[in-house]
């Protein structure tokens, strides 16, 4: 069964992981509890789709003014090899069950390929990722233990992306460009919600987006743990359709 958990209005937050503060226990946002009008459920479900849908049992206990997921999240921890600076996206979807997606520090999903449905671009809303059929031309980059495709894949915005002004493409996609020992640059065009920005793509080692890519960042008001989506969509001009999902922690 295929879980449309983006999109559809679920109650969402986003955690950045650190073993140091994160491991024996999690702190849920305190805005995001406001969905409870105070009724609070005890014991909670996590679902993270694989192979297999897998659930873990967690318990919330609050310390002072604060709750946290405590009871069975090592559990959780463990099971899912979370790693410092991932990041956890956790949907709310009734019932006392959350769907969660892990994506790496490296801003890609963590999640078994076959366990990704990925939506057709033309379909969603600009500002939503939602799931459904899978893309004939998926593969895993092992390089970086992530999710991407020829045409296709998903970047979580991370603080070098602001501060470097650069945005690293997937190893995957770049190869589809660049030769060994040569130097590319080409024009590219992101398009996103009926507007197109200009974008240089280059790479001597790694394909990225560098000049123009500032510009993009602020017209479209981007922050950390947004998640891009991009897809090739004319491969002679460079041009990408880019969906925005947008980190819940910035949406008034």
């Not at 993270?48 to 946290?68: L, Q």
């Not at 640059?185 to 919600?193: C, H, R």
Request: with cysteine; aromatic share 14%.
């Amino acid at each position: 069964m295929e879980r449309n958990y983006i999109g559809n209005g679920f109650p969402a937050f986003i955690k950045v992981y650190s073993p140091e503060t994160c491991y024996l226990k999690l702190k849920i946002p305190s805005r995001f509890l406001e969905n409870f009008n105070g009724d609070i459920p005890v014991i909670y479900l996590l679902e993270v789709e694989g192979s297999a849908r897998r659930s873990w049992r967690v318990v919330i206990e609050r310390i002072e003014e604060d709750f946290y997921f405590k009871g069975g999240w090592p559990k959780f921890v463990q099971d899912n090899n979370l790693d410092n600076e991932d990041f956890l996206n956790f949907f709310y979807a009734g019932n006392s069950t959350f769907f969660v997606k892990v994506y790496g520090k490296n801003g890609y999903l963590k999640q078994e390929l076959n366990a990704i449905q990925l939506h057709p671009l033309d379909e969603v809303n600009p500002h939503e990722i939602q799931v459904a059929s899978p893309l004939a031309d998926e593969q895993l980059d092992e390089s970086e233990n992530s999710l991407v495709s020829v045409t296709l894949f998903e970047i979580v915005m991370k603080k070098s992306n602001f501060s470097k002004m650069l945005l690293n493409l997937p190893s995957t996609f770049g190869k589809k460009y660049m030769k060994r020992g040569q130097v590319f640059e080409k024009m590219a065009t992101l398009q996103t919600d009926g507007k197109s920005w200009p974008v240089v793509a280059r790479s001597s080692d790694r394909l990225k987006f560098r000049k123009g890519w500032r510009q993009f960042l602020q017209d479209n008001d981007l922050h950390v743990g947004d998640v891009l989506r991009f897809k090739l969509i004319d491969e002679e001009n460079f041009i990408l359709k880019v969906l925005i999902r947008r980190n819940p922690s910035h949406v008034s």
